[in-house]
């Protein structure tokens, strides 16, 4: 199977399921969006409580101890959260929204400018902060199939519809982050083989779904948690493990 496929597939699902819930979104009263956005919100909690129990990973604790793992996740955020803030990485993410929403719809208004934004902003945290992103993406480079991808691409395609209901056009956007990340890291797993030992997998993981729990509680407006700016824990944290490890 040719390297890549498997994202371009999840490209053409995200495009697909948008331009579903655009057309769907403009017959729902704004009730009914709200209801769909929280149910989206909770759905996206649920994903991020698989992915965050990563910690507690065998594998994560025989290669760095038993009292090591919530430490790496906390030191991953920390570091990362300074790293992201520093290179003020929301602000950047945001102002990349909102620099598409004027060039695709060329509506200024400010409501309709945040609610592209935000679905783009969300959509993409979504599509490629979770563990299917980094194991389907690595997968597909190394040659070992893109059934993970598939499965993602089908996921995210039914989210895209309930996303773009809400939020409109800016989850199609969201289509070129899942086309960089991926396409970022099947390139990697193309040209440098097997670079995530077990452990180092696990603490990816699970500061992917802390992460998640932050966009989750954007969804359902509890706190506008900068999540972008958190993104640099999803290098930090293998790099802690390594670091953990050496020193044992």
Known sequence: MVPGIGTAVNVATVLLGATI??????????????????????????????????????????RVGSSAPMLIVLGSLLIGGITGSALRLEQRVEAFGGWLQRRLSGDTGSLERHRFIEGFVAASLLFCTGPLTILGSLDDG???????????????????????????????????????????????????????PAAHLAALTATGGLLLVGVALRLLRIREIPVADLLPALVVAPALVQFAAAIQ
């Open 142 to 196: 190394l040659g070992n199939g893109a059934d993970q991808l598939f499965l993602k691409a089908v996921l995210d395609g039914f989210a895209a519809i309930a996303f773009a209901a809400s939020f409109g056009w800016g989850v199609a956007a969201s289509a070129l982050t899942v086309l960089t990340v991926q396409g970022a890291l099947t390139a990697v797993g193309f040209l440098l083989g097997d670079v995530l």
């Open 21 to 62: 819930g655009v057309l769907l979104g403009n017959r729902l009263p704004m009730r009914t969006r709200d209801v769909v956005t929280d149910a989206l919100g909770l759905v996206t909690l649920l994903i991020a409580g698989l992915s965050a129990v990563a910690v507690l990973d065998p594998d994560l604790s025989a």
